[in-house]
Protein backbone atom coordinates (compact mmCIF):
# COMPACT_ATOMS: atom_id res chain seq x y z
CA UNK A 1 0.00 0.00 0.00
CA UNK A 2 1.43 3.07 -1.11
CA UNK A 3 0.12 5.27 1.75
CA UNK A 4 2.32 3.08 4.21
CA UNK A 5 5.18 3.38 2.16
CA UNK A 6 7.41 6.48 1.49
CA UNK A 7 7.17 8.69 4.32
CA UNK A 8 3.58 9.50 3.00
CA UNK A 9 1.93 8.25 6.50
CA UNK A 10 4.54 10.53 8.48
CA UNK A 11 3.95 13.26 6.43
CA UNK A 12 0.10 13.06 7.01
CA UNK A 13 0.54 12.82 10.74
CA UNK A 14 2.88 15.70 10.87
CA UNK A 15 0.98 17.84 9.29
CA UNK A 16 -2.67 16.78 10.37
CA UNK A 17 -2.23 17.73 13.72
CA UNK A 18 -0.97 20.94 13.18
CA UNK A 19 -3.49 21.18 10.62
CA UNK A 20 -6.41 20.76 12.99
CA UNK A 21 -5.21 23.20 15.67
CA UNK A 22 -4.68 26.01 12.66
CA UNK A 23 -8.87 25.11 11.39
CA UNK A 24 -10.11 25.34 15.29
CA UNK A 25 -8.16 28.55 15.41
CA UNK A 26 -8.93 30.67 11.92
CA UNK A 27 -11.25 28.17 9.62
CA UNK A 28 -10.32 27.30 6.20
CA UNK A 29 -11.10 28.00 2.53
CA UNK A 30 -12.62 24.85 0.46
CA UNK A 31 -11.87 25.58 -3.40
CA UNK A 32 -13.90 23.81 -5.86
CA UNK A 33 -14.05 24.23 -9.52
CA UNK A 34 -11.88 22.79 -12.11
CA UNK A 35 -8.78 23.83 -13.99
CA UNK A 36 -10.07 27.23 -15.20
CA UNK A 37 -11.69 28.96 -12.45
CA UNK A 38 -12.32 27.98 -8.53
CA UNK A 39 -14.72 29.46 -6.27
CA UNK A 40 -13.17 29.55 -2.37
CA UNK A 41 -16.05 29.03 0.37
CA UNK A 42 -14.93 29.28 4.18
CA UNK A 43 -15.31 26.14 6.11
CA UNK A 44 -14.81 25.50 10.10
CA UNK A 45 -15.40 21.78 10.15
CA UNK A 46 -13.51 19.54 8.69
CA UNK A 47 -12.89 15.70 9.88
CA UNK A 48 -9.56 13.91 9.04
CA UNK A 49 -8.87 10.22 9.56
CA UNK A 50 -7.72 7.24 7.23
CA UNK A 51 -10.62 4.69 5.67
CA UNK A 52 -9.81 1.93 3.14
CA UNK A 53 -5.55 2.07 3.76
CA UNK A 54 -5.74 5.81 2.80
CA UNK A 55 -5.62 9.58 4.20
CA UNK A 56 -8.66 11.23 3.67
CA UNK A 57 -10.21 14.35 4.64
CA UNK A 58 -13.93 15.27 5.10
CA UNK A 59 -15.67 18.19 4.58
CA UNK A 60 -19.81 19.39 4.51
CA UNK A 61 -21.24 21.70 2.05
CA UNK A 62 -24.88 22.78 2.51
CA UNK A 63 -26.95 21.75 -0.14
CA UNK A 64 -28.20 25.04 -0.85
CA UNK A 65 -24.44 25.92 -2.00
CA UNK A 66 -22.87 27.04 -5.11
CA UNK A 67 -20.01 24.79 -4.37
CA UNK A 68 -22.09 22.00 -4.25
CA UNK A 69 -23.27 22.66 -7.71
CA UNK A 70 -19.16 22.47 -8.36
CA UNK A 71 -18.09 19.51 -6.77
CA UNK A 72 -21.03 17.55 -7.76
CA UNK A 73 -19.71 18.18 -11.51
CA UNK A 74 -15.84 17.75 -10.89
CA UNK A 75 -15.25 15.73 -7.63
CA UNK A 76 -12.47 17.04 -6.54
CA UNK A 77 -11.49 19.68 -3.92
CA UNK A 78 -8.81 21.41 -1.98
CA UNK A 79 -8.86 22.40 1.51
CA UNK A 80 -6.24 25.68 2.29
CA UNK A 81 -5.37 26.20 5.94
CA UNK A 82 -4.15 29.58 7.01
CA UNK A 83 -0.95 29.17 9.32
CA UNK A 84 -2.55 32.80 11.24
CA UNK A 85 -5.14 35.61 10.94
CA UNK A 86 -4.18 37.67 7.63
CA UNK A 87 -7.17 35.64 6.11
CA UNK A 88 -9.69 37.05 8.25
CA UNK A 89 -11.48 39.35 5.96
CA UNK A 90 -11.36 37.31 3.12
CA UNK A 91 -12.72 34.05 4.86
CA UNK A 92 -15.51 36.51 6.07
CA UNK A 93 -16.42 37.30 2.16
CA UNK A 94 -15.86 33.48 1.27
CA UNK A 95 -18.60 32.38 3.86
CA UNK A 96 -21.48 35.19 2.62
CA UNK A 97 -21.05 35.59 -0.65
CA UNK A 98 -22.03 33.20 -3.31
CA UNK A 99 -19.74 32.04 -6.05
CA UNK A 100 -23.13 32.69 -7.90
CA UNK A 101 -22.89 36.60 -8.22
CA UNK A 102 -19.66 36.88 -7.68
CA UNK A 103 -15.88 35.69 -8.11
CA UNK A 104 -14.53 35.65 -4.93
CA UNK A 105 -10.81 35.42 -5.59
CA UNK A 106 -10.75 38.42 -7.29
CA UNK A 107 -12.70 40.11 -4.92
CA UNK A 108 -10.63 39.02 -1.67
CA UNK A 109 -7.36 39.17 -3.91
CA UNK A 110 -6.87 35.73 -2.76
CA UNK A 111 -3.63 34.49 -5.07
CA UNK A 112 -4.00 30.75 -6.53
CA UNK A 113 -1.50 28.11 -5.07
CA UNK A 114 -1.25 25.58 -7.96
CA UNK A 115 -2.22 21.96 -7.32
CA UNK A 116 0.59 19.47 -8.18
CA UNK A 117 -2.06 16.48 -8.30
CA UNK A 118 -6.16 17.44 -8.84
CA UNK A 119 -6.12 20.21 -10.83
CA UNK A 120 -7.80 22.79 -8.73
CA UNK A 121 -5.59 25.37 -7.07
CA UNK A 122 -6.26 26.41 -3.40
CA UNK A 123 -4.98 29.60 -1.61
CA UNK A 124 -1.59 30.54 -1.49
CA UNK A 125 0.52 30.89 1.72
CA UNK A 126 -1.76 27.99 3.68
CA UNK A 127 -1.26 24.48 4.53
CA UNK A 128 -2.97 22.87 0.98
CA UNK A 129 -4.87 19.72 0.80
CA UNK A 130 -5.54 18.34 -2.54
CA UNK A 131 -8.25 15.26 -2.59
CA UNK A 132 -10.63 13.44 -4.55
CA UNK A 133 -14.13 12.63 -3.67
CA UNK A 134 -14.31 8.98 -2.69
CA UNK A 135 -17.58 8.90 -1.27
CA UNK A 136 -20.41 11.02 -0.56
CA UNK A 137 -23.63 11.22 1.69
CA UNK A 138 -26.62 13.74 1.91
CA UNK A 139 -27.53 14.35 5.46
CA UNK A 140 -31.57 14.75 6.19
CA UNK A 141 -33.40 15.02 9.21
CA UNK A 142 -33.57 11.56 10.43
CA UNK A 143 -29.64 11.30 10.05
CA UNK A 144 -29.10 13.82 12.73
CA UNK A 145 -30.01 13.82 16.35
CA UNK A 146 -33.00 16.34 17.43
CA UNK A 147 -30.01 18.71 19.18
CA UNK A 148 -28.08 19.29 16.13
CA UNK A 149 -31.24 19.64 13.86
CA UNK A 150 -32.69 22.36 16.08
CA UNK A 151 -28.78 24.38 16.53
CA UNK A 152 -27.86 23.98 12.45
CA UNK A 153 -30.91 22.68 10.71
CA UNK A 154 -33.63 24.75 11.12
CA UNK A 155 -34.55 25.90 7.82
CA UNK A 156 -34.06 22.18 6.57
CA UNK A 157 -30.82 23.65 4.23
CA UNK A 158 -28.49 20.38 5.59
CA UNK A 159 -25.12 19.70 4.48
CA UNK A 160 -23.42 16.63 2.31
CA UNK A 161 -20.56 14.97 3.65
CA UNK A 162 -17.51 15.14 0.83
CA UNK A 163 -15.23 12.17 1.87
CA UNK A 164 -11.88 12.92 0.29
CA UNK A 165 -8.98 10.62 -0.44
CA UNK A 166 -6.44 13.08 0.07
CA UNK A 167 -3.93 12.80 -2.49
CA UNK A 168 -1.11 15.61 -2.06
CA UNK A 169 -0.57 17.84 0.71
CA UNK A 170 1.75 20.46 0.34
CA UNK A 171 2.80 24.34 1.79
CA UNK A 172 4.68 25.14 5.15
Same mark, same amino acid.
Given at each position: ?????? @?? #? +??????T??????????????????????????????????????????? +?? $? /??R?S? /??I??????????? $?? !????????? %? !???? @????????L????? /??????G?? !?? &??C??? &? %???IY?? &? +???G? *????M?A????????? *???TG?? #????? &?
Open positions: NDFYQG @GI #L +MNFLDKSDALLRLDKFTAFLTVGDSKSVNPMTIGWASFGIACGKPVLSV +MI $R /QSFK /QLDSNPVFTVSIP $RD !GSYKAALGI %C !GSKS @GRDADKMACSLKE /QKADVNIS !GI &ENLMY &E %CKVKT &E +MEES *TVPANKWYKDGNYH *TIYEI #LNIKG &E
